[in-house]
């Protein structure tokens, strides 16, 4: 039971390659004058592995407030997905540099000829921008090796003294994850068009990290019980995990629907101007795609019983899922950033050097620690479940 | 006429167990009433129902039937121009949404209740009535030509697992 994970050299390697790949397209991209392409696929990819990283942990969470048995033997999973965080926030900090690229209201002469951005200078300024970063990874991190904190100890003590800690520390997090990550999506994603304002745009950036994470927990789990872990892993873990990802894609469904449907029927130019570039120009084909492969594939595949207990099917359609995001915050920030479309190697270039980065980090991380957890008080529910 | 034998159980970790046990005996269980839901019982008894395909269908039906009710009020029979949007358009899909959902549910209820035999004001005929309240049933079908060794020799296992009484009814 106590098997501690080993990282192969080949695999070491490989990520290692993968990583240099990536850092080899930023260089090239910079070089051949990309500026702005490279700046925001930087911005895409740092944004895409934080949110897998803080949704698996908003899972986890989840998992402790409802002392839910069945998932006890996987939250190392999870909660090695969190450390990813703490490297997140030093490659956030490149992004730093090029902020002028990226974001309008950055240009102090911009904003003084600008009313709008003239109204939301107290909000939208760098300094504020910067502490309200450093607050929020500050917290993110604070709070998720707490958690993991406390399951260690747990691993050594035992009782039920921990498994409290961790469901109140559990309810913290949710809370400050709720605010603090909307706001984070406010001020990355969404200020990169800072005249147009959602309401459900935060909300709908955290339904997506939340539906991604879990994604990639279940990846995790079923590529390690192809290599030998996680012996326990049975046909009703995998039936729980997919009944996970059905109800959060209809949750993404429904908030992509909320925030087009109420735009598209207010008709307002403010708000439309939005969606005007991205469903009518260029980006059509993204457009719906992004539905298509976000809600309606996993939405009609993942009804079907017998889909949500194969292993090689759920890899599927987390394999389509791992497009999807990428789709969903390309449709995000590219209309406002690069303005034409068109996927080149720097698009392919960094996503797999951040892929290279982020599977680095949780490989190293898994190793740290107990597979799984020796004394969780759900540990033999979970064990037995479906036995 | 059926004869039923129902081994009765106050446990759910026992009578579990005892289905393990009866069916490495190679006995076969026809059914397993509870009064909560037990993990994992279904695949056991390999019972099957085609109820949530129905559901599916009903639920197909119900879009398409919303949505053509919808085109021809509103494109058809009343074309009516309103706000600057067209006359086939996304403000369906509330209402898709919604009446998919009832109609679904609705003729689940149905098929449910007429596949079951069941109405309102029926009188409620249970064998062992704390089924419902904190006891275990296993039935096991009992076929006119079965011996009585046979017979006896189910009897005792049911004892054997742990059941606190075995009785025999006729349905």
């Known amino acids: 039971m106590d098997n501690k994970l080993q990282i192969g050299s080949k695999f070491k390697m490989a990520m290692f390659a993968l990583i240099a790949v990536g850092v080899i397209t930023v260089i090239a991209g910079f070089l051949t004058g990309e500026a702005t392409r490279t700046w925001a696929n930087l911005l895409l990819n740092n944004y895409y592995f934080l949110a897998v990283a803080l949704g698996a942990t908003f899972w986890l969470a989840i998992q402790a407030i409802t002392q839910s048995g069945w998932s006890a033997a996987f939250v190392r999973v999870p909660q090695a997905m969190g450390n990813y965080l703490i490297v997140s926030f030093f490659l956030f900090l490149i992004l730093f540099l090029g902020i002028h690229n990226l974001y309008h209201w950055t240009h102090h002469d911009a904003v003084l000829q600008d009313a709008i951005l003239l109204h939301k200078a107290p909000y939208l300024n760098l300094p504020f921008f910067a502490i309200r970063y450093v607050i929020f990874f500050a917290l993110w991190i604070f709070l998720t090796q707490r958690i993991k904190k406390l399951s260690l100890k747990e691993d050594q003590l035992g009782g039920t003294v921990f498994f409290e800690k961790i469901e109140f520390t559990s309810k913290v997090y949710i809370f400050v994850l709720a605010i603090s990550f909307s706001l984070f999506s406010i001020d990355w994603l969404m ?60 949750i993404w469904g429904y908030m992509w629907l909320s925030q087009y449907l109420l735009i ?71 209309p406002n950033t690069i303005e034409s479309h068109s996927i080149t190697y720097v698009e392919i270039g960094t996503f797999l050097g951040f892929a290279g980065v982020f599977a680095l980090v949780i490989a190293w991380s898994l190793t740290k620690a107990p597979l799984v957890p020796r004394n969780h008080p759900y540990l033999q529910e979970s064990i037995e479940d479906g036995h | 006429m059926k004869t039923n034998i129902l081994g009765i159980y106050e446990d759910e970790k026992v009578l579990t ?16 009433f509870s009064p909560i839901p037990l993990h994992g019982i279904w695949e056991k008894l390999n019972l099957t129902t085609r109820l949530p395909l129905a559901t599916f269908l009903y639920g197909a039906f119900g879009a398409a039937l919303t949505f053509a009710f919808l085109f021809w009020t509103s494109v058809v029979s009343y074309p009516l121009k309103f706000g600057g949007k067209p006359l086939n358009t996304l403000s369906f899909i509330i209402i898709m949404f919604v009446l998919t959902i009832n109609i679904g549910t609705l003729f689940t209820f149905i098929t ?23 006891q275990f049933t296993i039935v096991i079908e009992r076929p006119l030509d079965m011996s009585l060794d046979e017979e006896k020799k189910i009897n005792a296992l049911l004892k054997e697992t742990g059941a606190v009484e075995v009785i025999e009814t006729n349905n």
């Open chain 1, 191 to 250: 200020s990169l068009d800072a005249h147009w304002y959602s309401t459900i745009y935060a909300v709908k950036k955290f339904v997506m990290a939340f539906y991604h994470g879990t994604a990639i927990v279940l990846a995790i789990i079923i590529i390690l019980n192809k290599l030998g872990q996680f012996p326990m892993l049975n046909k009703t873990h995998l039936g729980d995990f997919s009944r996970w990802l059905f109800v959060l894609s209809m």
């Open chain 1, 264 to 334: 598209w029927y207010a008709n307002i130019p403010e708000e439309t101007v939005y969606y005007v570039p991205r469903i009518m120009g260029e980006y059509k084909n993204y457009f719906y795609s992004e539905l298509i492969i976000n809600w309606l594939f996993p939405f009609l595949f993942l009804m079907w019983n017998r889909v949500g207990k194969n292993a090689n099917a759920l890899l599927f359609v987390i394999f389509v899922l791992i497009v999807g995001q990428w789709v969903e915050l390309y449709m995000s920030i590219m």
């Open chain 2, 17 to 32: 167990d005892a289905v393990d046990k009866l069916q490495a005996q190679g006995v076969t269980i026809s059914d397993v």
């Open chain 2, 112 to 134: 449910y209740f007429v596949r079951e035999k069941m109405f309102p004001g029926k009188q409620v005929k249970l064998d062992v009535p704390r089924t419902t309240d904190d």
